[in-house]
């Protein structure tokens, strides 16, 4: 999951390192108001918490699973290969719904 925030300025949307589960874990790190400068265009704003949006990171942990478990099956030979895919893309699937969950939890929770 990442969190994302829109700029005002340029209206390009950019992403934050932090790492958090709600608005209010956010809010701890940054404070609630917090001075942030784009990326895009160099602006700076004074970004509200409530102003963030989290984005779930599915298709990189989907792939990144599936490329995985592929990987270590092929040690076993072709058939292990196939079968490392199919336990890494369901692995994936479930860990992509999970990421849902979060970026929905986060989403709802506000400061
Ligand atoms: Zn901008």
């Given at each position: 999951?990442?969190?994302?925030?829109?700029?005002?300025?340029?209206?390009?949307?950019?992403?934050?390192?932090?790492?958090?589960?709600?608005?209010?874990?956010?809010?701890?790190?940054?404070?609630?108001?917090?001075?942030?400068?784009?990326?895009?265009?160099?602006?700076?704003?004074?970004?509200?918490?409530?102003?963030?949006?989290?984005?779930?990171?599915?298709?990189?942990?989907?792939?990144?699973?599936?490329?995985?478990?592929?990987?270590?099956?092929?040690?076993?030979?072709?058939?292990?290969?196939?079968?490392?895919?199919?336990?890494?893309?369901?692995?994936?699937?479930?860990?992509g719904s999970m990421e849902g969950k979060k970026a929905?939890?986060?989403?709802?929770?506000?400061?």
């Open positions: 999951m990442r969190i994302s925030v829109s700029c005002s300025t340029c209206e390009k949307k950019f992403f934050l390192k932090n790492e958090c589960a709600t608005k209010r874990d956010l809010a701890h790190q940054v404070g609630e108001h917090f001075s942030i400068t784009c990326p895009h265009c160099e602006s700076s704003h004074h970004q509200h918490i409530n102003d963030t949006y989290a984005e779930a990171t599915t298709r990189t942990v989907l792939v990144g699973t599936t490329l995985w478990c592929g990987a270590l099956g092929l040690l076993a030979g072709p058939v292990g290969g196939g079968i490392g895919v199919l336990v890494g893309a369901y692995a994936g699937y479930n860990l929905r939890t986060y989403n709802n929770s506000f400061v």
